[in-house]
Each structure stands twice: as C-alpha cells, then as structure tokens.
C-alpha cells in the first residue's frame, strides 16, 4: 500500500516544481520600486531581484557631494531588493499553497 502514496506524492512534487518553475518566470516581468531622498533617487528591481532601472533627479547630481549620491544610490538599491525579496516570497507561497505541507522548521530554499 506504499507504492500508490508514493505515486502520489511524486506526482504532487512534479506539480510543485511546474508551478515553481511558472512562478519564477513569472517574476522577471513583475517590479518594485523603492524611492529615498524624497524621491530623488529611484530603483526599480524586478522579481528575480535584479535592478532593471535606476532614476536619479539632476538636482541631487553635486561633483562636490559625491558621498551624498553614493549613499542615495545604495539605499535605493537595496531597498528595492529587499522588497523584491519580499515580493518574489509572497508570490511563491501563494502559488504552493496547499502543494507543501506546513512542516514546523522545514522551509524550503527560495520561499
């Protein structure tokens, strides 16, 4: 009586990984964005946690504040990660739902 558990439970493993798979492509094509200094620095990150886009207002731009603009730029970036992050979690636990069992201390790599 084993086998057709068995059976079962692989079959429900291939749909988990076809779902994972659809999700993940998915994902390249929906985007956060996070602003910082009020919106003078921008960075897009899609959920593949890329950054596909970087916008930075001319006003901000100051030769002699260089340090200024670094510090924008890396705020704005991982923000934007962190929130990729977070999005590309959410996405794939609302695809699983119901594929992986709530297992206490199990979680799996990229949920």
């Known amino acids: 009586m084993a086998m057709p558990n068995m ?5 429900q493993m ?3 990984q076809q779902k994972m ?3 993940q492509a998915e994902l ?6 996070a602003e910082v ?4 620095v921008k960075a897009t990150a899609n959920g593949k946690q890329q950054i596909i886009k970087l916008e930075i207002e001319k006003e901000v731009i100051v030769p002699d504040d260089k340090e200024m603009l670094e510090d924008l ?11 990729a992050s ?3 979690s959410e996405e794939m636990s609302k695809a699983t739902a ?5 297992v206490p201390g199990l979680s799996m790599p990229g949920f």
Do not use: W
Not at 37 to 40: D, H, I, N, P, S
């Open 21 to 23: 798979d659809q999700v």
């Open 98 to 102: 119901g594929l992986v069992p709530n």
């Open 28 to 33: 390249e094509h929906k985007t956060v964005s």
């Open 37 to 40: 200094g009020g919106g003078v």
């Open 14 to 16: 291939q749909k988990l």
């Open 86 to 88: 977070k999005m590309a």
């Open 73 to 83: 730029v890396v705020a704005a970036v991982n923000k934007a990660l962190e929130d």
């Open 7 to 11: 059976q079962n439970m692989m079959k």
